[in-house]
């Protein structure tokens, strides 16, 4: 297997436009996570799925930002209208089991 | 609530010497641990695990950690550091709401 698939690594936005990141997870794993990275914060979680279904959002800052995951191979995180201050690495992670594996990041600059 | 310590930001070792960085962990029950090494512009990469067992447990690259029940510590070890270790390491705890819950990182440098 290929491992967590995140698209695109590196994300350049102007403030006030959407940007969406996409993640693949691992196949036959039924949970998948979004993580943000930034310096002052370290990892926060976002929001996490179970079997496609968001079970808890509570980190997912605002209403700007939207996680779905329409089957079991996708997942997008969403922001809209982005801001500066949402650049950060934002990560993708999917689990069968109690370990967790994670994509390499897209990296979010909001200018 | 489940939480997780890692009191050490930096830590500075010559290449050779050991290596331990340390974890404190909150938790009702015996948890899931976790390290994950992160390297530069890279994502996490799992070193190693514990569920139950055997408290040392041995991971990639060398490295091995012992949960400590009585001390709530899971503290990483290596005997002799190489130049390429050089990271941001992570402690995780896997919550009883399947949330994993990490410390907020110990930072390797490593001297030739």
């Known amino acids: 297997d290929a491992g967590v698939i995140q698209s695109p690594r590196h994300e350049v936005t102007e403030m006030g436009q959407e940007v969406t990141l996409r993640c693949k997870p691992i196949?036959?794993?039924?949970?998948l996570f979004w993580y943000r990275q930034t310096m002052m914060r370290g990892l926060e979680l976002l929001i996490y799925?179970?079997?496609?279904?968001?079970?808890?959002d509570s980190g997912m800052p605002e209403d700007r930002f939207s996680a779905k995951m329409p089957n079991a191979s996708f997942s997008t995180l969403k922001i809209q209208p982005s801001e500066p201050r949402d650049s950060a690495v934002y990560f993708c992670?999917?689990?069968?089991?109690?370990?967790?594996?994670f994509g390499q990041g897209t990296r979010l600059t909001v200018v | 609530a489940q939480s997780v310590t890692q009191p050490d930001i930096h830590i500075t070792v010559s290449e050779g010497a050991s290596l331990e960085l340390r974890c404190n962990y909150s938790?009702?029950?015996?948890?899931?641990l976790f390290w994950y090494v992160q390297s530069p512009g890279q994502g996490l990469q799992l070193l190693l695990k514990?569920?139950?067992?055997?408290?040392l447990v041995q991971g990639i690259k060398g490295f091995e950690a012992e949960f400590k029940r009585s001390q709530s510590s899971f503290n990483l070890r290596k005997p002799s550091v190489h130049w390429s270790d050089a990271a941001e390491y992570f402690c995780?705890?896997?919550?009883?709401?399947?949330?994993?819950?990490f410390g907020t990182g110990t930072r390797l440098k490593v001297l030739a």
């Open positions: 938790y009702g029950a015996t948890p899931y």
């Open positions: 992670a999917s689990s069968a089991d109690p370990e967790a594996f």
């Open positions: 196949s036959g794993h039924d949970y």
């Open positions: 799925f179970n079997n496609n279904v968001p079970i808890d």
């Open positions: 514990y569920f139950s067992g055997d408290t």
């Open positions: 995780v705890v896997l919550s009883g709401t399947y949330k994993y819950i």
